[in-house]
């Protein structure tokens, strides 16, 4: 291959074995990097969707570098291409940092800069909770950019992605303000979107963070209307887009009749108050005449009170069977999906964005019931895909639900499942929402170009 100049961060690029590999890195321009910042992708079980969306910005990336903010464990629990390279990064602020940088925070222009935003766009008072809050974030910021920086090669076209509008995205803001060739862009979902899901009503940094990336991407229609509605006067609505994320193909099981079978419920997702699983127990102490399996997938800081409520509540009653499989990797739960028969997804979460759990469950056409919070409305249409309930929700009309569900006669309750499987593949296929993701990625590049 004749020279043409390129140069590459060799220490960071593993060797080339044959040309057919060299022809992965292109002739006529830089290498394009990918940098993720994420919290615990691959070692934790929080981000498994991550996995399917890495297969598709492979095909468009020269390489890609992973950069982890949250590691317990040195397990993993997703495996990687050789060419994708993980960096766990520890932006963990002790006590002492924190007392030693309160002081000199006062006089940052851009603390004081948020404080502003919190009293004039917000309409707040700045607590004790909110300046701990922005001040940790800062910090923690500064952190994960110094660790990101030291991964960028002034030769290769980077782009900086932060998997969730945190402190990672502050970051690469940051990195942004330094390198204005660097194109970068965040993924927003509900945590990292909706304020009454912070413990101060607050989520630090927004005007900054919107007003700084290229790009941020909603994966609901809910969040990017939220986004618009309740940050429109310190935002630029031109750079906040909706993107959603996807399930790959899932084949759906052999349909039986649900004549002379169990009724089996699926629930998936963490055991922590918000999702309200307790809901669920309540609800099935209420049916009657009707035999139920229900699963549970997930684990969490509540899953010895559930258990022991479900023990309690649910141990005597002979219809009801349940079970506490705990947080099994991604791919059991969708082989699980694959050759057993379930008739219905429920999630009574409190707050959500739109669950990947019911995008996973719709792909293999379950229905499903869930509460009517967030852009859960966008996946489940009332009396077509699934059933929606109100946010306060009353385990009796969870009870109710079931039961009627369970008594559809076959050619609608087909009818239903046939809608869902539709609804996946319509909105939320991987093979559709992942290459438009990556085209408009790439685009963002293009745009910074003509801007400058």
Known sequence: MPHIGLRVCASMIRKATNSAHFAVIRIMSSVRHLIVVCSNFPFGFGEPFLEVELDYLRQRFDRITICNTSVVGTER?????????????????????????????????????????????YHSQVSWGKLKTMMVSWLRAQAISKAVSSQICSDEETFLYSYWTDDGALAITLLKEQDSKLTVFSRLHGWDLYFERSTYYYLPFRKKIFNGLNAVFAISENGRNYLLSHFDSIISGGRIYQSRLGIRT???????????????????????????????????????????????????????????????????????????????????????????????????????????????????????????????????????????????????????????????????????????????????????????????????????????
């Open 77 to 121: 629990q997703f495996e990687l291409p050789n060419e994708v390279n993980v960096v766990s990064v520890s932006p963990t602020v002790s006590l002492v940092h924190k007392l030693l940088s309160l002081p000199i925070a006062f006089f940052r222009k851009e603390i004081r800069e948020e404080m502003a935003v919190i009293r004039k766009a």
């Open 250 to 452: 899932a084949d759906m099981p052999e349909r039986h009749s649900r004549e002379f079978r169990r009724f089996r419920i699926i629930s998936c997702s963490n055991l922590i108050p918000i999702k309200r699983v307790h809901l669920i127990v309540k609800a099935l102490a209420l049916v009657e005449d009707l035999e139920v399996t229900w699963t549970h997938f997930g684990d969490g800081s509540e899953a010895d009170s559930i258990r022991s409520l479900t023990e309690r509540t649910l141990g005597t009653k002979e219809n009801i069977a349940f079970h506490f499989p705990g947080r099994i990797p991604n791919w059991k739960v969708l082989e699980y999906y694959r050759t057993h028969m379930v008739d219905l997804f429920i999630s009574l979460s409190r707050y959500d964005g739109i669950p990947v759990s019911i995008m996973e469950a719709m792909s293999f056409g379950i229905p499903a019931l869930a509460t009517n919070v967030g852009g859960v409305s966008e996946i489940v249409i009332n009396g077509s895909t699934g059933f929606l309930l109100d946010q306060e929700v009353d385990p009796k009309e969870v009870a109710q639900v079931i039961s009627h569900v369970a008594a559809m006669d076959s050619d609608r309750y087909d009818a239903m499942r046939d809608q869902a499987k539709k609804m996946w593949g319509t909105f939320y296929s991987a093979d559709v929402n992942y290459p438009d993701f990556c085209d408009r990625v790439l685009a963002l590049k293009k745009l910074d170009v003509n801007a400058s």
